[in-house]
T-cell receptor, first 115, second 116 residues
């Protein structure tokens, strides 16, 4: 068990470009979450998967954002036509499906800078 | 809507002194409560959690927290801090309206600065 892995760790992109981030959860974890953390703020929920099904999306997740989790394993988060306001740390977390009280295992995050 | 308020954005403290980081939440219904720590350029690590039972919860690294239902608070404490405790600390609550999704609502964070 190597924990939750996120790739890349850092991404600098020009405004208007598309970016894709990858998250590899702990293998036996059914649930996968994406959060966004801007400077000086706590993480904000973006979306959640139970296996391959995307069960909830935040209003923060505009039409430019899309997330997938094919086959219930790794997940990708794509941002199209990036804007400067998208600059943030994108955190992935996974947990087993039994009980919300278990808590998450977070990855180290992908820091996105849009210039 | 559920919200979490961390009352102090920064807490400076000298090494070996006690510290308390304050957290209040808005919900009056049963919730699960968590404290996470984040070191620079890293993800969040779970310090401790309250699910039910004893209101005093002990976590890793010598931290503990006390759940107070009447005051809707979940303050984090450590009797003697170390330089290595310097980090960002986040209080979080499960969203009671989210069923069993496990979605968390986080506070804004408190920066603990331990000085030698």
């Amino acid at each position: 068990d190597t924990g939750v892995s996120q790739d890349p760790r850092h991404k600098i992109t020009k405004r208007g470009q598309n970016v894709t981030f990858r998250c590899d959860p702990i293998s036996e974890h059914n649930r996968l979450y994406w959060y966004r953390q801007t400077l000086g703020q706590g993480p904000e929920f973006l979306t959640y998967f139970q296996n391959e099904a995307q069960l909830e999306k935040s209003r923060l997740l505009s039409d430019r954002f899309s997330a997938e989790r094919p086959k219930g394993s790794f997940s990708t988060l794509e941002i199209q036509r990036t804007e400067q306001g998208d600059s943030a740390m994108y955190l992935c977390a996974s947990s087993p499906s039994f009980g919300v009280g278990y808590g998450y295992t977070f990855g180290s995050g992908t820091r996105l800078t849009v210039v | 809507a559920q919200s979490v308020t961390q009352l102090d954005s920064q807490v400076p403290v000298f090494e070996e002194a006690p510290v308390e980081l304050r957290c209040n939440y808005s919900s009056s219904v049963s919730v699960y409560l968590f404290w996470y720590v984040q070191y620079p350029n890293q993800g969040l690590q779970l310090l401790l959690k309250y699910l039910s039972g004893s209101t005093l919860v002990k976590g890793i690294n010598g931290f503990e927290a006390e759940f107070n239902k009447s005051q809707t608070s979940f303050h984090l404490r450590k009797p003697s801090v170390h330089i290595s405790d310097t980090a960002e600390y986040f209080c979080a609550v499960s969203d009671p309206g989210s069923g069993n999704t496990g979605k968390l609502i986080f506070g804004q964070g408190t920066t603990l600065q331990v000085k030698p």
